[in-house]
């Protein structure tokens, strides 16, 4: 069973930054983040496959900046997060997925099997 374990999210002030980050147990060749504001769907924010494609929502297109590290047959998913504002608020998921089809089709949750448990984003104004 592969386990994603996701870190890095807290409170920060309008402009400021954060790091996500995200352990998987087993290699996984796509990988991404989305989020969930209250009230409000799940949302893709980025994502990234094997050959280094990366993939990003409009709404943070130029600030936020999706990584992976591969080792050992693990991988760590990065998501740097910059200039942030309350808009950005929300619970942020790491997901992933072995077919190659989760970053080539369309950017939905449904593409993706594997999910973390979440950790929390609150940005202030």
């Known amino acids: 069973q592969v386990q994603l374990v996701e870190s890095g999210g807290g409170s920060v002030q309008a402009g400021g930054s954060l790091r996500l980050s995200c352990a998987a147990s087993d290699y996984m060749y796509c990988m991404a983040w989305f989020r969930q504001a209250p009230g409000k769907e799940r949302e893709g924010v980025a994502r990234?496959?094997?050959?280094?494609?990366?993939?990003?929502a409009d709404s943070v297109k130029g600030r936020f900046t999706i990584s992976i590290s591969r080792d050992d047959a693990k991988n760590t998913l990065y998501l740097q997060m910059d200039s942030l504002g309350p808009e950005d608020t929300a619970m942020y998921y790491c997901a992933a997925a072995r077919l190659t089809s989760a970053c080539t089709a369309v950017f939905a949750q449904e593409n993706f099997g594997y999910w973390g448990q979440g950790t929390q984003v609150i940005v202030s104004s």
């Open positions: 990234i496959g094997g050959g280094g494609f990366t993939n990003y």
